[in-house]
């Protein structure tokens, strides 16, 4: 429907064109029918051959009534619409009309008079003209005779001057103010040249004697030592003036050049003051650099020829100086201190530029320029990996209450990373926010630096956590104080848990934000190629981090199980178990098994979130036991015989076979409770397997039997998935009881007068003060 719309528009708006072109020009409008005719048809009805019986055949052949009738009453609108334009052209041209008319009117009305004020004008100037040539033929006579006498007075002043000449110069060797003297004598030398022999004899002679002074004072100056470059050079430069030969004296100049360049090279401490307080022109180096430009300056007058030995002192002298700032930005320094580097060497450059446009040093100094922003930048990342480092390791000593601070490392340590990388980023923002004139020819290539420092920062950062978390990496625990044995391993434990969360604070945290500044404030770059490295990738990077995240969880659990395993392996193969005696209390592992899960519970509540709790269990009579435990226990002690218990054994084994199945080992999370769960399943999974490596009698197994008992409580409240425990518990119960010779359980109240009295004993203990 809108294109159906927009043709009517088109048509009207040609037709539109064509009453104005008709009217306005008839001519070409006439031409321009005669063109189109040669091209239109006869039934187009907007051309000038147009054939209207043609056109009805036409209309008759291809349409019925009630098409015929539909077109006659768009033709009727059309011949409307046509009549409403035309109309409309003639009103609008009547008022452009009318509106000319008035002007022409007005501008009569204004000019009318005109003539009589340029007449009286005209009338002022020929007056002025003739009181003016008046003037000057009254003075005329005067003018002549003034300027005769001026002329008269210069020289007079110029003939004072001559006979002025001799003391003059002796005025100037007491002030020592040999370049006026020299000025003095060529300027006096044309007339002493003209009239030396004659009128002016005795002032020449005068004057000479002056001179001879003069130019051995000069040569004096010029071989001095103990003269500056600056002053010797314009020495050089009036003995030229006076036509004494120089040209010997090149080398020895050239010398004392190249020995004033140690002079004007930067220092450490210079520089720092010209980046914080002193502007360029209170420094002792700028007045160096200005004399030295002078010293050049002057040196290519005396010697024309001594370009390229000029041009090498120069970038010399530029490149000695970049290399003192690549030095100086490996230590700890802020941009602004490298902003003040910059910006006093590219003074340097930009003076030199002006006396030796041919060294073209600006380019000279882009690419040591870039040295240095490149090693500023690696040294940036560099401190930041070592404060990094600093913070996981040095606050991994003990801390006053003989523990190691764990959630002091992870804090300082996220802080070191996140701040840091913001905070180093910030520093670079400077660089591209300042104007100085090479920094902006260098800020794609300084994006390019920033991206791939970013990316290299986290391979290392990386490497880093890998070689902490090395067993061989004894070295860096003894640097920082920490010791080894059973307290390192503890270190070590408490360090792999602190890369695992931090890897993944880095993951989640740092790397997007990161990659938002990136974006931000270091878009653009990419002139340096592939073959450099590849930019920030953060996809890369979080990938290797949430790798690396995974495997220090999986270590730190395997080395805390490791320890447990110890202490478990110890216990059940340090007994005969053949000839244990009755069970009297809960056997003493059980408290170091649950110190070592008292001590992993502290751990990961420093440094993992809390998750949620599942699989929760409770018994109407408050019993620990797991329901296939129940049975067994039951069972057992209505029947007082060894064949009936082991009969017994085999009932159990074909329950688990239709017992629904519980999941044991899941994948290990970010959280206090799946990891210290994930310890104790593989710790009991251990206990199991060492179970069935010994033979145990009715005793053994009723110890066994107590320790599992008293576990139960306690497991079940440190761990998420207190069914998988209950049925690993059941499952070492089960072990013992297959290793065993007559497998008669302890009866109830028995077992729970043991528990009772093992948990008032703890109690007891708890309450003396340490």
């Given at each position: 429907?809108?294109?159906?719309?927009?043709?009517?528009?088109?048509?009207?708006?040609?037709?539109?064109?064509?009453?104005?072109?008709?009217?306005?020009?008839?001519?070409?409008?006439?031409?321009?029918?005669?063109?189109?005719?040669?091209?239109?048809?006869p039934?187009?009805?907007?051309?000038?051959?147009?054939?209207?019986?043609?056109?009805?055949?036409?209309?008759?052949?291809?349409?019925?009534?009630?098409?015929?009738?539909?077109?006659?009453?768009?033709?009727?609108?059309?011949?409307?619409?046509?009549?409403?334009?035309?109309q409309?052209?003639?009103?609008?041209?009547?008022?452009?009309?009318?509106?000319?008319?008035?002007?022409?009117?007005?501008?009569?009305?204004?000019?009318?008079?005109?003539?009589?004020?340029?007449?009286?004008?005209?009338?002022?100037?020929?007056?002025?003209?003739?009181?003016?040539?008046?003037?000057?033929?009254?003075?005329?006579?005067?003018?002549?005779?003034?300027?005769?006498?001026?002329?008269?007075?210069?020289?007079?002043?110029?003939?004072?001057?001559?006979?002025?000449?001799?003391?003059?110069?002796n005025?100037?060797?007491?002030?020592?103010?040999?370049?006026?003297?020299?000025?003095?004598?060529?300027?006096?030398?044309?007339?002493?040249?003209?009239?030396?022999?004659?009128?002016?004899?005795?002032?020449?002679?005068?004057?000479?004697?002056?001179?001879?002074?003069?130019?051995?004072?000069?040569?004096?100056?010029?071989?001095?030592?103990?003269?500056?470059?600056?002053?010797?050079a314009?020495?050089?430069?009036?003995?030229?003036?006076?036509?004494?030969?120089?040209?010997?004296?090149?080398?020895?100049?050239?010398?004392?050049?190249?020995?004033?360049?140690?002079?004007?090279?930067?220092?450490?401490?210079?520089?720092?003051?010209?980046?914080?307080?002193?502007?360029?022109?209170?420094?002792?180096?700028?007045?160096?650099?200005?004399?030295?430009?002078?010293?050049?300056?002057?040196?290519?007058?005396?010697?024309?020829?001594?370009e390229?030995?000029?041009?090498?002192?120069?970038?010399?002298?530029?490149t000695?100086?970049?290399?003192?700032?690549?030095?100086?930005?490996?230590?700890?320094?802020?941009?602004?201190?490298?902003?003040?580097?910059?910006?006093v060497?590219?003074?340097?450059?930009?003076?030199?530029d002006?006396?030796?446009?041919?060294a073209?040093?600006?380019?000279?100094?882009?690419?040591?320029?870039?040295a240095?922003?490149?090693?500023?930048?690696?040294?940036?990342?560099?401190?930041?990996?070592?404060?990094?480092?600093?913070?996981?390791?040095?606050?991994?000593?003990?801390?006053?209450?003989?523990?190691?601070?764990?959630?002091?490392?992870?804090?300082?340590?996220?802080?070191?990373?996140?701040?840091?990388?913001?905070?180093?980023?910030?520093?670079?923002?400077?660089?591209l926010?300042?104007?100085?004139?090479?920094?902006?020819?260098?800020?794609?290539?300084?994006?390019?630096?920033?991206?791939?420092?970013?990316?290299?920062?986290?391979?290392?950062?990386?490497?880093?956590?890998?070689?902490?978390?090395?067993?061989n990496?004894?070295s860096?625990?003894?640097?920082?104080?920490?010791?080894?044995?059973?307290?390192?391993?503890?270190?070590?434990?408490?360090?792999?848990?602190?890369?695992?969360?931090?890897?993944?604070?880095?993951?989640?945290?740092?790397?997007?934000?990161?990659?938002?500044?990136?974006?931000?404030s270091?878009?653009?770059?990419?002139?340096?190629?592939?073959?450099?490295?590849?930019?920030?990738?953060?996809?890369?990077?979080?990938?290797?981090?949430?790798?690396?995240?995974?495997?220090?969880?999986?270590?730190?659990?395997?080395?805390?199980?490791?320890?447990?395993?110890?202490?478990l392996?110890?216990?059940?193969?340090?007994?005969?178990?053949?000839?244990?005696?009755?069970?009297?209390e809960?056997?003493?592992?059980?408290?170091?098994?649950?110190?070592?899960?008292?001590?992993?519970?502290?751990?990961?509540?420093?440094?993992?979130?809390?998750?949620?709790r599942?699989?929760?269990?409770?018994?109407?009579?408050?019993?620990?036991?797991?329901?296939?435990?129940?049975?067994?226990?039951e069972?057992?002690?209505?029947?007082?015989?060894?064949?009936?218990?082991?009969?017994?054994?085999?009932?159990?084994?074909?329950?688990?076979?239709?017992?629904?199945?519980?999941?044991?080992?899941?994948?290990?999370?970010?959280?206090?409770?799946?990891v210290?769960?994930?310890?104790?399943?593989?710790?009991?999974?251990?206990?199991q397997?060492?179970?069935?490596?010994?033979?145990?009698?009715?005793?053994?197994?009723?110890?066994?039997?107590?320790?599992?008992?008293?576990l139960?409580?306690?497991?079940?409240?440190?761990?998420?998935?207190?069914?998988?425990?209950?049925?690993?518990?059941?499952?070492?119960?089960?072990?013992?009881a297959?290793?065993?010779?007559?497998?008669?359980?302890?009866?109830?109240?028995?077992?729970?007068?043991?528990?009772?009295?093992?948990l008032?004993?703890?109690?007891?203990?708890n309450?003396?003060?340490?």
């Open positions: 429907m809108m294109v159906a719309d927009e043709v009517p528009l088109d048509d009207k708006a040609k037709r539109m064109r064509d009453l104005l072109s008709s009217f306005y020009s008839p001519e070409s409008a006439m031409s321009t029918g005669i063109d189109s005719a040669k091209h239109a048809s039934d187009d009805i907007n051309s000038n051959s147009f054939d209207p019986d043609h056109y009805m055949n036409l209309m008759v052949h291809k349409s019925n009534l009630e098409g015929l009738l539909q077109r006659h009453v768009e033709m009727a609108a059309e011949i409307k619409n046509l009549d409403t334009d035309l409309m052209l003639v009103y609008e041209n009547y008022n452009k009309f009318i509106s000319a008319t008035d002007t022409i009117k007005r501008m009569k009305s204004n000019i009318s008079g005109m003539e009589t004020n340029m007449e009286q004008l005209l009338e002022k100037i020929m007056s002025v003209q003739s009181r003016s040539d008046s003037v000057n033929t009254s003075l005329f006579d005067k003018r002549e005779h003034i300027e005769k006498l001026h002329r008269t007075c210069n020289l007079l002043r110029k003939v004072q001057f001559i006979y002025d000449l001799p003391d003059r110069l005025k100037c060797i007491k002030s020592e103010a040999y370049a006026d003297a020299v000025r003095f004598y060529t300027g006096a030398m044309p007339i002493l040249m003209a009239y030396g022999d004659s009128s002016f004899r005795d002032c020449k002679l005068a004057s000479e004697e002056a001179m001879a002074t003069i130019v051995k004072n000069l040569q004096g100056k010029l071989f001095s030592d103990s003269e500056s470059i600056q002053k010797r314009e020495a050089a430069v009036l003995l030229k003036q006076l036509e004494y030969p120089v040209d010997n004296l090149k080398a020895k100049l050239l010398e004392k050049l190249d020995q004033s360049l140690k002079g004007i090279q930067l220092k450490p401490e210079e520089i720092k003051d010209v980046a914080v307080d002193l502007t360029p022109s209170d420094s002792a180096h700028e007045a160096s650099i200005n004399e030295f430009v002078e010293a050049v300056r002057a040196f290519r007058v005396i010697f024309p020829d001594s390229e030995q000029l041009v090498t002192l120069a970038k010399d002298l530029v000695k100086n970049f290399a003192i700032a690549e030095e100086y930005v490996q230590t700890r320094v802020c941009a602004a201190d490298l902003l003040g580097v910059l910006r060497i590219w003074n340097d450059v930009l003076l030199l002006e006396v030796l446009e041919e073209a040093l600006s380019n000279h100094s882009l690419e040591a320029a870039k240095v922003v490149m090693s500023y930048i690696k040294s940036a990342f560099s401190h930041l990996l070592q404060d990094i480092s600093d913070s996981l390791l040095k606050v991994l000593k003990k801390d006053g209450m003989g523990e190691y601070s764990l959630e002091v490392a992870l804090d300082a340590s996220t802080k070191a990373v996140l701040q840091g990388g913001m905070n180093i980023l910030q520093e670079f923002r400077k660089l926010d300042h104007n100085s004139g090479i920094l902006v020819r260098l800020r794609e290539l300084t994006i390019d630096f920033v991206q791939e420092g970013i990316q290299d920062f986290f391979r290392q950062l990386e490497d880093h956590f890998l070689r902490f978390s090395g067993r990496n004894s860096a625990f003894k640097d920082h104080g920490l010791v080894e044995g059973a307290q390192g391993d503890k270190a070590f434990a408490g360090l792999v848990l602190v890369l695992a969360q931090l890897s993944a604070f880095i993951e989640q945290t740092v790397i997007p934000k990161i990659t938002e500044e990136i974006a931000t270091f878009t653009g770059g990419s002139v340096r190629g592939y073959e450099y490295g590849p930019a920030f990738v953060p996809g890369e990077i979080c990938r290797k981090f949430r790798s690396a995240g995974e495997k220090f969880l999986h270590l730190y659990v395997n080395v805390r199980t490791q320890r447990i395993s110890f202490l392996k110890k216990r059940f193969s340090t007994p005969n178990w053949v000839k244990h005696k009755e069970p009297r809960v056997h003493m592992f059980v408290d170091l098994f649950l110190q070592e899960l008292e001590t992993i519970g502290t751990e990961v509540k420093q440094t993992l979130p809390q998750g949620k599942k699989h929760r269990r409770t018994d109407s009579n408050g019993s620990t036991a797991s329901s296939r435990s129940n049975p067994l226990r069972e057992k002690l209505n029947r007082s015989n060894t064949q009936k218990a082991r009969s017994q054994l085999l009932e159990t084994h074909l329950a688990k076979l239709f017992k629904q199945k519980v999941e044991i080992f899941t994948k290990v999370e970010y959280t206090q409770e799946s210290v769960t994930t310890i104790v399943k593989l710790s009991l999974k251990s206990l397997e060492f179970v069935r490596l010994q033979t145990f009698n009715r005793s053994g197994f009723q110890q066994v039997q107590l320790d599992i008992q008293f139960r409580i306690p497991l079940r409240e440190i761990v998420e998935d207190e069914a998988a425990i209950d049925f690993l518990l059941d499952e070492v119960i089960v072990a013992t297959e290793r065993c010779l007559d497998p008669i359980p302890l009866e109830p109240p028995i077992l729970d007068k043991l528990i009772q009295a093992k008032a004993k703890s109690k007891e203990q309450a003396i003060p340490s």
